[in-house]
């Protein structure tokens, strides 16, 4: 065994450290190991093993955790290369790769000992500590220690500490002094959530189950031909058959909302027809009804194609990639699911990510009816200890389709075949803290290594993954056509400008979007509206001096929430009341402005009052689960009109939906962000695709102030190659992506002066460096200048070469080390998706 090993520790240093192994102990390179770092233990990745005596003094390896790797050669080479490409610590990026932590975070509890109740008998804990001389503030802690734990059977850590302020210093002193004792119970798991689940005892009893119980073989052995014998009811019958739909298995609380009466299960469980089993909640998939299957209707041409081409992909064995370009309604996801029933009967492994709002229960349980218990779906939702199971059951090879959002990226599945990535410039692939990746070029990058077929699929490509299709880096397959010829639905501008000249005040709805609503109401049609604002009034203002209410964190105006009672920052979560006069100056005269969703749905209950309107934005929806029950409500005709955010504007098929009406589509393009156009474009094209997914065509109603500009007009035609020739002209012209690498600096202090001062240090170094081929901008104050305390001052680097731009970046990173800028404060996103 070599004598040494490096460790990549999850800490915000971008080195590896040495530690020497004992003798008997066996690490691997891509297993985990507990080291010693600076007064704590910390488990961190071997990266190498060898006998090169360290320039400095090592300490031991406390213990090998994993005699196996956790992190395949491949993924250990993916996470060097996220850290390189990133520029972002190697230790970081393997914790982020590894949900893992749940297995040793440690469990510390406290108990008092015999010495400890007598030194609190004794009044004051002086007596017995004649060695120690402690401050009268030590003493009065561990007089509130005792105090606290004489109260108690045993205390964790945490709430040990948090009650007493304890320090861990006074604490271990304590346990050495015999007055507490110290357990560690980690291990210990906690139990794991259960559900009940209902499962059919065989095929041939559903099959049976279904005949008359007289003619029952399994109704009783002697007693077949008992007269007395009830026969099966309709009640029982529905249940057998949702179990059979089910494929045989059902939560039982499904079961219970189905129209039978409770008895029913139990005498079918009685009668040895079900059975009923307890089992760890994976995901809420078994609380989900049965929806048709996704295979239900045929493979239109472009639809065969596209799979064809991802089989034969596939088949090579060579990276290859698609961009699979959609319109809304195209069928998407059922070629993905195709194409990963074909790898998963190749016995090969394949990977869905998909963005944070797509992984509803719902689809969940489609999932199920396709690949059975092969798939492990990986979804925010789960716990730190189902994360781990689901990751150990892809890493023992039991889950071989992996579906789940951004991190999913990372499943340890072996003979990886097909990496897909849905909804392809959905933001919430970038992940906005370090490691800053973005999980669709992870992606491609996982596939290269792999050798593995990548497909990016969506309605709206991003900018550059088009780019690249154009340049050949992926094929581009398009499936032009809705499902069943349905058409796109025709789009209606409105200008507002007109409006207000028109009508002489400001309108939230139009005249037009108002009747178009009436009409669908009266025919029974339904309507969406979207306003991508939360909230009620997203400014309130003082009349008197002109003073805007801010949030006390953020350089950002606090939006009013009428039902909460509330001002609320979007930025940080910071709440105040309601103001009734203002902070600045006294005056009574606070108006608040504008409109967002909570005041759009109550305009739309004054000017429909008989219309059942529901509200989708992220104070009325929690998680999918929330997210799910409205659409349900809207799929079962519960509701006539649905407003929301762009929460509304995500996927989902909604067949009665005949209109959209967009209100305020202008917001994101007055944003400072190159980006916007983009932006606007993708949202209205997905909003509009909600349109007319029925028998009934649809209309998009698209209410703007600025009519003229090219992002509402080609998504206006369903034109996405025009729009993107034109933005890709204003890409160029201004050298952004995908003609240009970009990073964004951001220098951040929640003092001012040392926001200024940091940035002015690495400004003066870039003006004083020789970068040929970069060009620097700033340091300027960013956009939101205070964000959650910090000041923020940034730089925005672009090149044509992504080399000089990363090198250019690590000189400046260990310069910014060199003059003490703590590397927390420093944040440097590579491909940034905000520069705000
Ligand atoms: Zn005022
Ligand atoms: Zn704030």
Known sequence: MPEFCDVALPVPLDTAFSYRVPEGMEPAIGGRVLVPFRQQRMSGIVVDLHDRTPAVVTKNVVSVLDAAPVLDAQLLRLGKWIADYYLAPVGEVFRTMLPLSAEFKRTIVYRIAEQGQMALHLGGTSGSSARARRTPEEQLVEFRVLDYLANRAEALEPSLRSATSVSRTVLTGMVRKKWILREDVSGARDAARLVKIAVLRSAENSRSALVPADEDPSAGSGQANRRSTPRRNANQRTVIETLAAAGGRLAVDILQTLDVPRTTLGTLVKRGLVEILEEPAEFHVSRTKPRPSPFGFQFNPAQQKALRRIEEGVAARKFAGILLHGVTGSGKTAVYLAGMRAVLEAGRSAILLVPEIGLTPAVAADLHQVFGDKVAILHSALSDQERAEQWHRIKRGEARMVVGTRSAVFAPVSDLALIIVDEEQDSSYKQEETPRYQ??????????????????????PSLESYYNAQKNKYALVELPDRVEQRPLPEVELI?????????????????????????????????????????????????ACGHRMECRNCAVAMTQHKGARRMVCHYCGFQAPIPKTCGECGSEYVYFLGTGS????????????????GRLDRDTVRGNEDFERVLNALNQGQLDLLVGTQMIAKGHDVHGVTLVGVVGADIALGLPDFRAAERTFQLLTQVAGRAGRGQTPGKVVLQTYFPDHYA????????????????LQFRTWMHYPPYSALANVLVRSAKLEEALQWSGVLGKWFDGTRHEGVRVLGPAAAPIVRLKRDYRYHFVLKSASREKLNSLLRTMLSYAVSQKIPRTQVIVDVDALWLM
């Open 439 to 460: 999980a669709r070029d992870v992606a491609v990058m996982r596939a290269k290594m792999a050798d593995a077929m990548v497909v990016l699929g969506s309605a709206t």
């Open 598 to 613: 909570e005041k759009l749905e109550e305009l739309l209950h004054g000017m429909f009052p008989t219309a059942r309107i």
């Open 712 to 727: 509402v007009q080609y998504s206006a035609r369903h034109d996405f190659v025009g729009f993107y020739e034109k933005e």
């Open 495 to 543: 200008d507002m400008k007109q409006e207000f000249q028109e009508t002489g005040q400001e309108q939230v709805i139009s005249r037009k979007l108002a009747e178009e609503i009436r009409e669908r109401i009266e025919r029974k049609e339904q309507v969406m509206i979207l306003l991508n604002r939360r909230g009620y009034s997203p400014v309130a203002l003082c009349r």
